[in-house]
């Protein structure tokens, strides 16, 4: 219980310097609507990972996060919901589990995340990073989504993660790294975007005068 507190203080305490610097980069209107892009194979972790991490984002940490399940309606557009969500969002959670490499829209959400350049944090739930590769049942994938897939699978195999067992996992455990990891991140995000924002106006500043 002790740890959990910590750790959970310390998610509070980055939450509260993300919004102070949020105040200070852009105003309420102009805010994405998306903070952190859930990236799961539904088959395998729609009714209890990703259900679960969605609602704790949500409704623990104060975020906005996006999981089709819970952010499409029916006559949605996969792409048309899907891509926009991914290239507004701060971060994003890949969640990768057994199924997760036979799924073309998992594939695809990943390496536009990576494409996008966004800061993403892996979840091998039930895999490790060694396990994840395209079968070749699949081949019947087009050979330049093939090419994007296997590079964002390798980019993702590299980038330090979370690990879960959902057989034998702590879930109280499991939610508070999960916590830390997201704040941690959005916090770099935010911050990030503020020293950009104060090299422009400094720029601009000198421009003007000049």
Same mark, same amino acid.
């Given at each position: 219980?002790?740890? /959990?507190?910590?750790?959970?203080? /310390? *998610? !509070?305490?980055?939450?509260?310097?993300?919004?102070?610097?949020?105040?200070?980069?852009?105003? *309420?209107? @102009?805010? &994405?609507?998306?903070? #952190?892009?859930?990236?799961?194979? %539904?088959?395998? &972790?729609?009714?209890?990972? *990703?259900?679960?991490?969605?609602?704790? +984002?949500?409704? @623990?940490?104060?975020?906005?996060?996006?999981?089709?399940?819970?952010?499409?309606?029916? %006559?949605?557009?996969?792409?048309?919901?899907?891509?926009?969500? =991914?290239? @507004?969002?701060?971060?994003?959670?890949? +969640?990768? /589990?057994?199924?997760?490499?036979?799924?073309?829209?998992?594939?695809?959400?990943?390496?536009?995340?990576?494409?996008? !350049?966004?800061? #993403? +944090?892996? $979840?091998?739930?039930?895999?490790?990073? /060694?396990?994840?590769?395209?079968?070749?049942?699949? #081949?019947?994938?087009?050979?330049?989504?093939?090419? !994007?897939? @296997?590079?964002?699978?390798?980019?993702?195999?590299? &980038?330090?993660?979370? &690990?879960?067992?959902?057989?034998?996992?702590?879930?109280?455990?499991?939610? $508070?790294? *999960?916590?830390?990891?997201?704040?941690?991140?959005?916090?770099?995000?935010?911050?990030? !975007?503020? =020293?950009?924002?104060?090299?422009?106006?400094?720029?601009?500043?000198?421009?003007?005068?000049?």
């Amino acid at each position: 219980m002790q740890r /959990s507190a910590i750790t959970s203080s /310390s *998610a !509070k305490n980055v939450c509260n310097q993300i919004l102070r610097l949020r105040r200070q980069i852009e105003p *309420a209107k @102009n805010r &994405t609507p998306c903070d #952190v892009f859930i990236n799961h194979r %539904g088959i395998d &972790t729609k009714r209890n990972v *990703a259900g679960l991490l969605y609602e704790h +984002i949500k409704n @623990n940490l104060g975020l906005q996060p996006f999981l089709d399940s819970k952010n499409m309606k029916p %006559g949605d557009k996969l792409f048309d919901k899907i891509d926009p969500a =991914i290239r @507004n969002c701060k971060i994003g959670m890949a +969640i990768f /589990s057994p199924q997760y490499c036979d799924s073309y829209f998992c594939l695809h959400e990943l390496s536009l995340m990576m494409e996008s !350049k966004k800061r #993403v +944090i892996p $979840v091998f739930c039930d895999v490790k990073p /060694s396990e994840l590769a395209i079968k070749d049942l699949n #081949v019947n994938f087009p050979n330049k989504d093939l090419e !994007k897939f @296997n590079l964002a699978l390798e980019e993702a195999k590299y &980038t330090v993660g979370l &690990t879960f067992d959902t057989l034998k996992g702590d879930w109280s455990e499991f939610l $508070v790294k *999960a916590s830390d990891a997201i704040m941690k991140n959005l916090y770099e995000v935010e911050r990030e !975007k503020l =020293i950009h924002r104060k090299i422009y106006i400094r720029r601009k500043q000198l421009l003007h005068n000049y």
